[in-house]
């Protein structure tokens, strides 16, 4: 992850944009217990936990696909409406249409919410050129690289301007040089299209590279293990002090704690 685009000091988040209260079960089994956290506007925020706490669910239920069996999201103070709301989801996978080129695919979101023709061309070409992936505009998905597909998907997600992007572990099926280079662009994607992110990954060292903030979660049913603030400006340098601490301190508390916390435990807000 070295040698990232200069990207400045972290701008700190001022108001909340999305508010999370939930529990939710599937028959007996207990997906979430009382999770309970906000999401402050043009925060980047990183979910973390181990395999199968629930991280998609919870997703799910952040867009509004899924109602939790109790409590409620809010976006903006009002309940989360797919509708209304303008939610953006990046998927494991890249969610290309193979019938359509990398133009095409990158206006979709804009055509499905009826934007004006002038408009749309301007945000495709100007988030087009944001990924780099001018020159590319009239390939279709067979024709390029994974990397590159994901790229359409990311892109396509930022140029709704949406009230929040979801992204679930999108890098997870990728080598190690290209899912470097994708945090790299994502971030530089989001430095230029500030935008309320949440990222899910189980990957700590990813987590504190991309997040303002890491939200870990126990195992099911799951309850929130941690807050933890990264205050580190960016670039960052995985291999600094400063940046190792915080991602051990991560390792530390999903070590500790990550099994399961006690009920009503209190929650750590680690700051560095």
């Not at 899912?179 to 662009?185: A, I, L, P, S």
């Not at 890491?214 to 293990?225: C, D, G, N, T």
């Not at 070590?255 to 209190?266: E, F, I, K, S, W």
Request: with cysteine; proline share 7%; aromatic share 6%.
């Amino acid at each position: 992850m070295t040698g990232a685009a200069s990207l400045g000091a972290r701008a700190a988040p001022s108001t909340s944009k999305v508010e999370v209260d939930i529990s939710h079960r599937y028959g007996p089994l207990v997906v979430h217990e009382e999770l309970r956290f906000s999401v402050m506007e043009n925060e980047f925020l990183c979910v973390s936990g181990p395999s199968g706490c629930g991280k998609t669910t919870l997703l799910d239920i952040l867009a509004g696909i899924l109602q939790p069996s109790e409590g409620q999201v809010l976006i903006d103070g009002r309940p989360v409406d797919p509708k209304r709301d303008r939610i953006s989801f990046v998927f494991q996978e890249p969610s290309t249409l193979p019938w359509l080129n990398v133009w095409d695919n990158v206006a979709t979101g804009l055509r499905i919410k009826k934007v004006a023709t002038p408009v749309m061309r301007r945000k495709v070409d100007e988030i087009i050129e944001i990924v780099g992936l001018r020159d590319y505009e009239t390939y279709y998905p067979h024709q390029i690289s994974g990397g590159m597909k994901q790229r359409v998907a990311i892109a396509r997600a930022f140029a709704i301007d949406a009230d929040l992007i979801l992204m679930d572990e999108p890098f997870v099926s990728l080598d190690q040089p290209t899912r470097e280079r994708m945090q790299r662009e994502v971030l530089h994607i989001w430095e230029h299209r500030r935008r309320t992110v949440v990222f899910v990954t189980h990957n700590l060292e990813e987590a504190v590279f991309l997040g303002d903030r890491v939200v870990v979660l126990s195992s099911k049913p799951a309850r929130i293990v941690a807050e933890i603030d990264v205050p580190l400006a960016r670039p960052r340098n995985p291999l600094s002090h400063e940046f190792t601490h915080i991602r051990a301190t991560c390792a530390d508390i999903m070590h500790t704690l990550g099994v399961r916390p006690p009920r009503n435990a209190t929650i750590p807000k680690v700051t560095s």
